[in-house]
């Protein structure tokens, strides 16, 4: 099965988008806008400097990974950063397994990989998307500081 980057990303429209930023301030910052959401749960951002941002929600880092929106759009047919970002092969393996998000929907770990999570088809649910979110924003905001190896004990209230 090959996945389109229609089924890759999810649609913005009528999705709070400050809603879905707001755990995230700590790391992006000021930026103009969300480019993309992918089914991964990351997004794609529009900084301040016209260059295009990967914020990565399973470990809390931000990457510059185009100068523009045109180097960006030409990246987007490029099958190593679609590989890279947007992690098609396991998407496939979750849509076979029955884990198909809905429209406010994308798939979250239940074990952030930072924390020892694998990315396999058992470790992924669908979750709704102010809840992963707000979630992982607020996980990688608390481990940001920490030394790699730190022993976390995490408390969900």
Known sequence: MELSLQQLTKPL???DIDDLLSCWKWCIGEMNRVVLISSMGDFFLLGKD???YWLQTDCGT???VAENL?????FLTDEDCIDN???PLLVEKLILSGKVPGDNEVYSFKRLPIL???YTVENI???NMSVHFSFMGLI???IKDLPDGTHVTLKVV
């Open 116 to 118: 020892g999570g694998d």
């Open 125 to 127: 649910e669908v979750t």
């Open 70 to 74: 045109n180097a960006f759009n030409i």
């Open 85 to 87: 970002w947007f992690l």
């Open 50 to 52: 016209d260059a295009i």
């Open 62 to 64: 931000l990457t510059k």
């Open 13 to 15: 429209f009528g999705i």
């Open 140 to 142: 990688c905001e608390q």
